[in-house]
T-cell receptor, first 110, second 113 residues
Framework: GQQVMQIPQYQHVQEGEDFTTYCNSS?????IQWYKQRPGGHPVFLIQ?????EVKKQKRLTFQFGEAKKNSSLHITATQTTDVGTYFC??????????FGQGTTLQVKP | KAGVTQTPRYLIKTRGQQVTLSCSPI?????VSWYQQTPGQGLQFLFE???????NKGNFPGRFSGRQFSNSRSEMNVSTLELGDSALYLC????????????FGPGTRLTVL
C-alpha cells in the first residue's frame, strides 16, 4: 500500500540554526499537507502543496513539493525555541485518504 | 467560533470491553475524520464522514466503526478492546470535501488494561 516516509526522526539544533525535514512517498501524490504538533498538543495544519515543483513560504518556513510529486520538504531558517514540536507531512492520493509520515521531532537549544 | 471538541478526554478500559468516543466539529463543518496516534505507528487514518456517509476508510479491523449524525457530530466505536488499541484518538473537521484545512480536536486518550 501507499507509504510516506519522513526523515530524520529527531533533530536537535542550536537556536539560530536551520532545520529541514524530508518526506518521500512510494506513489505519486495528489497533494501534500504539513502539520505541526506541539508537545502534549494536537496537530495544527500549516499548508498544502498541490502543484509539481511548488514552493511556498510562511515567514521562516519554506515548503517544497517535488517535480514528480513524490517528495516534499520543510525548511526552517534560523530556528527559534517556539519552533519546537513534531512536524508531520501527510500525502493524499487520488483516493482522498491522508497518509501521514512518522514525523520529525525538533528540539531547539536556546 | 468554538473549536473541535472531543469527549471524554481520558478513558481507561479493560480488554474485551467496548468504547464510544464522541466528536463535535466546528459549527458549519460537515466533514469529520478520525485518526489513531501511537508512538510506534504514528498518525493513522481511521475513517472520514461527510454528510452522515462514510467517504473513506483506513486499514483498521472491523472492530473500529463510526457514524455521523445529521448535526455533523460523530462517534467512533471500538469493540472487543485489545491492549494495542491504547492510543490518542483524534478527530478533525473541515467545511466540505473541497476545503483542505482540517482542524483537530484535543483527542481522547484511551488506555486499555
Amino acid at each position: 500500500g501507499q507509504q510516506v516516509m519522513q526523515i530524520p526522526q529527531y533533530q536537535h539544533v542550536q537556536e539560530g540554526e536551520d532545520f529541514t525535514t524530508y518526506c518521500n512517498s512510494s506513489t505519486t501524490l495528489s497533494n501534500i499537507q504539513w502539520y505541526k504538533q506541539r508537545p502534549g498538543g494536537h496537530p495544527v495544519f500549516l499548508i498544502q502543496l498541490v502543484k509539481s515543483g511548488e514552493v511556498k513560504k510562511q515567514k521562516r518556513l519554506t515548503f517544497q513539493f517535488g517535480e514528480a510529486k513524490k517528495n516534499s520538504s520543510l525548511h526552517i531558517t534560523a530556528t527559534q525555541t517556539t519552533d519546537v514540536g513534531t512536524y508531520f507531512c501527510a500525502g493524499s492520493s487520488n483516493t482522498g485518504k491522508l497518509i501521514f509520515g512518522q514525523g520529525t521531532t525538533l528540539q531547539v537549544k536556546p | 467560533k468554538a473549536g473541535v471538541t472531543q469527549t471524554p478526554r481520558y478513558l481507561i478500559k479493560t480488554r474485551g470491553q467496548q468504547v464510544t468516543l464522541s466528536c463535535s466539529p466546528i459549527s458549519g463543518h460537515r466533514s469529520v475524520s478520525w485518526y489513531q496516534q501511537t508512538p510506534g505507528q504514528g498518525l493513522q487514518f481511521l475513517f472520514e464522514y461527510f454528510s452522515e456517509t462514510q467517504r473513506n476508510k483506513g486499514n483498521f479491523p472491523g472492530r473500529f466503526s463510526g457514524r455521523q449524525f445529521s448535526n455533523s457530530r460523530s462517534e467512533m466505536n471500538v469493540s472487543t478492546l485489545e491492549l494495542g488499541d491504547s492510543a490518542l484518538y483524534l478527530c478533525a473537521s473541515r467545511t466540505s470535501g473541497g476545503e483542505v484545512e482540517q482542524f483537530f480536536g484535543p483527542g481522547t486518550r484511551l488506555t486499555v488494561l
